[in-house]
């Protein structure tokens, strides 16, 4: 089968909350009748926004067009969980016409990429590109970044000093990587911020690369498919701090939890509660569905950091209970997080 042939797969990466499910959706939103199938990973017991996909409403993003891999990341479990389900999907006696992989907001790219050199892979899927979806208010802080002279100062000063940035680590595996760099929230900054943040961007990839900015990841399907990048043949190009390892990675450097979420009065009540959390412990990420008293509908929580946002979406299904992820760094307190969020 000849590169023309093969069906084209893109990987959507990006840190936690950066909005990789928002750009997919949109994607979707806009797919036009193209047939494509979705493959969501998540780091954490409970798959929240392969969830958030199946039940969009819209045209495509059917059960059947979602394959969701909860409780591990794909870098880490490509034999056991990824090749098996791209396998299926291009098995189809009517396959997907474009794959779309949403990876963990933990995963490093590359090891997924070597993926589609496997035999009986390489000859019928290709990557079509890497898209990498960075939080730009987040990124213009700083908070993935490492000044390596300030480190170099502080280890020399306290040779007992566990200098290891593992999200800095993330982050930069995840840029270099990338086909396209998608600035997202870029609504929050000003012109002037969104300008210096493109070049500190441009500065860091390891080539040329398109950097681009948008709010809700709102991108035409011409920009994100079709880059023809067949970035299993560029593994050079890409540089990742775990290549002396083959691609091997710990995960130990983040946890996760899953609370059972009783019903709330109100979104505000809830919000309070969620934000006197994120300030007080090393909250990561904050993602699920809560009851609303009152309300039919379920409320969509997603929180990065100390900035959260609700909607509402669809109807329960019976008597299905809320839940919710927390992803924060190893040793977060767990009984006093639970403890504040469930009163």
Known sequence: MSDLQKIPATIVTGFLGAGKTTLVRHLMQHANGRRIAIIVNEFGSLGIDGDTLKNC??????????????????CCTVADDFLPTIQALIDRPNPPEHILIETSGLALPKPLIKAFNWPGIRSRVTVDGVVTVVDGPAVAEGRFADDPEAVAA????????????PLAEVYEDQINAADLVVVNKADLLDAAALSALRAQIATQLPRA????????????????LGINAAAEDDLAARPSHHDAEDGAHEHDDFDSMLLVMPEFASPEALMTRLQAAAEAHDILRLKGFVRIAGKKARLAV???????????????????????????????DREAIAKMILG
Request: hydrophobic content about 35%; proline content about 4%; glycine content about 10%.
């Open 57 to 74: 409403g819209i045209p495509g993003c059917e059960e059947e067009n979602i394959v969701e891999l909860a409780n591990g990341c794909l």
């Open 154 to 165: 502080q280890r020399a000063a306290d040779p007992s000093l566990d200098h290891d940035n």
């Open 302 to 332: 997603q929180g990065v950091g100390r900035r959260f946002r609700h909607s509402y979406d669809t109807d329960w299904v019976d008597s299905r209970e809320g839940h919710l992820v927390v992803i924060g760094e190893t040793h977060m």
């Open 209 to 224: 690369v398109k950097v681009v900015a948008t709010r809700e990841g709102a991108l035409e399907p011409t920009v994100l």
